[in-house]
């Protein structure tokens, strides 16, 4: 077992001593060597980021794990940032780490449509990697974010050798697939209203809500009228509305659910 003393050396390193706080108890050598990757180094370790839990690379195996991990790098983007302009040829894919990233797609009136929020263990650029494709979106850091990179021909080479982790990847997409035919038979279908009070619930399932009951994403009414499609006018005016109606109430941009019943039901 790791005495007390390595752990006091192996916290010296740093001035917070977030190690120490941490390992206050028996860890294993292996413990502690990961930690000290994790918050002195700077070193993510695939084989144990609770992000990739969340999506394929969970499927890959621990050697290709391995050769993720080495290969990998972390990027950082602030609240605005383009992590990738529709256009791009991509040369890798992006996992969130931590933050939240929107997809967007130019509109011929020169708007953004935000096409999907992506948050921890999420990926990014996989289906333009997969295709070859130029990407046909444009991925913008809605808060700071943290990303990891994983060059092309580690994602490529696991999709022609592990089947696995291709049928995982393959049913993601087809998913992808049907929320963006759902999406479509809602922008059809559906009035502004109705497609508003959709898009702050799935806020709400998708992200939760903090101890006051205030939807966790904090989105602006010009983030609201992107993701419906709509001008933020309307979308401000409606949303007025959800709280005349006490369906909704608000603090600055922060939003809560008062009655989800009646706000299911809008039409």
Known sequence: MVTRNLVHNICSFIPTAKVENEVNVKYDFYHVFIIFEIEILGMSRCEHCIARQLNSIRTLTKVELKRVSHCKTTKYYKKGAIIFDEGDALNGVFCVRDGIAKLTKLSP?????????????????????????????????????????????????????????????????????????NDLIDMAHKTVKQRLAQAIMYVDKTFDVDDSGHL???????????????????????????????????QGKRIKIENLEKLQRIE
């Open 109 to 181: 009136n020169g708007k953004d449509q935000t096409v999907k929020l992506l948050g921890k263990g999420e990926l990014l650029g996989q289906r333009s990697v997969i295709s070859n494709e130029r990407s046909n979106l444009s991925a913008v850091a809605l808060n700071d974010i943290e990303l990891c990179y994983v060059p092309k021909d580690q994602t490529v080479d696991p999709l022609q050798n592990n089947q696995v982790f291709s049928f995982d990847v393959l049913q993601h997409l087809a998913k992808d697939l049907r929320h963006a035919e």
């Open 216 to 250: 966790n994403l904090i989105l602006s009414r010009e983030d609201y009228s992107n993701f419906v499609g709509t001008a933020t006018e309307s979308a401000i005016r409606i949303i007025s509305q959800f709280k005349k109606d006490n369906l909704i109430s608000t």
